[in-house]
């Protein structure tokens, strides 16, 4: 057997992992980890572009100025979406710029083993997008850059399901699983039967009961803690004078900063001008402060940091009860403590969302709760401890299965009979 990649290109990280007929192993590709930051930095100096845990470094050191991109998989579905002009490059398609991360990828996972790979089984969510147009755009742009990555041969199998073949490796009898993928952008349901038979099966169509997903990973928890947490000390409250008027902060302007990614779109030249008013005209001293705040935050483009720190507090609550958002740049001084309870309450949406989406999923592989043997928990936002009690409550403690939470699906993806 000609040997192949498994490749998991995450909204927030990616992994890799060979099959080489023998077995599959998950191979580190940012220096020791076994996942990479899905980033990709072009600095203000020119050069080629960096990738990975270095990029994140270098952006920071550079006082965030060059072009920064992250979770570039979310805007593979978004027609609206085809690429970016770079300085010195000229106009790059989001195919090109995800090609950059990939080629760098299969360049580092060669150097690991050895060999020049070009096939690859990539991972895809349950759905890009509920639009079947742009469900297709979507695929086409994932193949296109991975052909300019130097993959020529390339098939795709869905996330969960790749996970669901992770989780059979450890199995020694027959289950019927319920697979659930909470990663960064999306989260991915499959029901599933496995069995260290099956395993040896070419075709496992007829095993997977059922698929489905929601478009509310991890990052959405971020931006709602922003919103519910962070948005007063921007103005969300605030008020200023408008042609004799108290007029609040405008939304537009609040509520762009609820995605670090959209923060950099709001600099320009008229908004500058705003937000100039809005520290000039601010009704009181706390809104004057607000204002210096958003203004600082646009102008500096901090938004990246800010979101790092609130990331960094998410992490800390599934560890423990309470942390604290701290953020100390500039003209942006915050100390916000976070508990866990409240947090639990901020992404109850998300929850609401998950439980309708496996209720989706079991009536359409014609299953009940009971007929579910384990439920298998990957990705990173499977880490909270809410989201983790929500399937404890719904299928029991005992039917739970965790672990190897970053690397399954890319495991999973070595381990798939479509190219071997
Ligand atoms: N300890 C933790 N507690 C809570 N969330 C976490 C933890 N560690 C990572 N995360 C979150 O997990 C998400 C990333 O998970 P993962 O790497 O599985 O996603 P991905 O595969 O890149 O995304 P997707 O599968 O949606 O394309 C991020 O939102 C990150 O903040
Ligand atoms: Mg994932």
Same mark, same amino acid.
């Given at each position: $057997? ?72 979310? /805007?593979?579905?978004? =027609? ?14 989001? %195919? ?18 050895? $060999? ?10 349950? %759905? ?8 297709? $755009? ?30 059979? $490796? ?7 699983? +319920? ?11 499959? /029901? ?34 922003? %919103? #519910?947490? +962070? ?40 908004? #500058?001008?705003?937000?100039?008013? +809005? ?10 402060? &607000? ?13 990246? =940091? ?17 942390? &604290?958002?701290?953020?100390?740049? =500039? ?13 639990? %309450? ?10 309708? &989406? ?8 014609? @299953? ?6 384990? @439920? ?7 880490? @909270?401890? &809410? @989201? ?33």
């Amino acid at each position: $057997m000609k040997p192949f990649y498994g490749l998991d290109f995450g909204t927030s990280n990616l992994s890799i992992a060979i099959q080489n007929g023998e077995g599959t192993q998950v191979l580190p590709i940012d220096g020791q980890n076994k996942t990479m930051p899905t980033v990709l930095y072009f600095g203000p100096s020119g050069g080629e572009p960096i990738v990975g845990q270095s990029a994140m470094l270098r952006y920071v050191a550079d006082g965030m100025s060059g072009r920064f991109m992250q979770s570039l998989k979310s /805007v593979l579905p978004n =027609s609206g979406f085809t690429g970016t002009y770079l300085d010195r490059l000229g106009f790059a398609d989001i %195919e090109d710029l995800i090609a950059y991360i990939l080629r760098d990828v299969r360049q580092r996972a060669n150097e690991q083993v050895g $060999m020049d790979i070009d096939r690859a089984v990539f991972g895809r969510p349950a %759905e890009f997008s509920k639009d079947p147009e742009e469900e297709t $755009m979507a695929i086409e742009r994932l193949m296109k850059a991975a052909k300019l990555a130097g993959f020529n041969e390339v098939e795709l199998q869905l996330e969960p399901i790749a996970a669901a073949f992770h989780y059979e $490796m450890s199995l020694d009898r027959e289950e019927v699983v +319920l697979v659930a993928d909470l990663g960064g952008g999306t989260t991915d349901f499959t /029901v599933t039967r496995l069995s260290p038979k099956r395993r040896r099966k070419r075709d496992r169509s007829k095993d997977i009961l059922s698929t489905g997903g929601v478009y509310i990973g991890g990052d959405k928890f971020d931006s709602a803690v922003m %919103e #519910m947490k +962070l948005l007063k000390y921007f103005g969300q409250d605030a008020e200023y004078n408008s042609w004799e008027k108290w007029m609040r902060f405008p939304s537009y302007l609040v509520r762009g900063i609820m995605q670090w990614q959209e923060i950099a779109f709001l600099k320009d030249t008229r908004t #500058m001008r705003v937000l100039n008013d +809005l520290v000039r005209y601010a009704r009181t001293k706390e809104d004057k402060e &607000c204002a210096i705040r958003l203004l600082t935050l646009i102008d500096e483009n901090l938004g990246f =940091s800010l979101f790092q720190t609130i990331e960094t507090a998410k992490r800390g609550l599934s560890t423990y009860d309470s942390d &604290c958002i701290y953020f100390n740049q =500039s003209a942006i001084k915050i100390v916000e403590p976070i508990f866990r309870n409240e947090f639990d %309450e901020i992404i109850a949406f998300a929850l609401e969302e998950y439980e309708q &989406c496996v209720d989706q999923v079991l009536a359409d592989a014609g @299953v009940s709760n009971g007929r579910i043997d384990s @439920v298998f928990l990957t990705g990173g936002s499977s880490l @909270v401890p &809410c @989201v983790q009690s929500a399937f404890a409550n719904r299928f029991g403690e005992d039917k739970l299965r965790r672990g190897d939470t970053f690397i399954s699906v890319a495991s999973g993806l070595a381990s798939s009979q479509l190219l071997s």
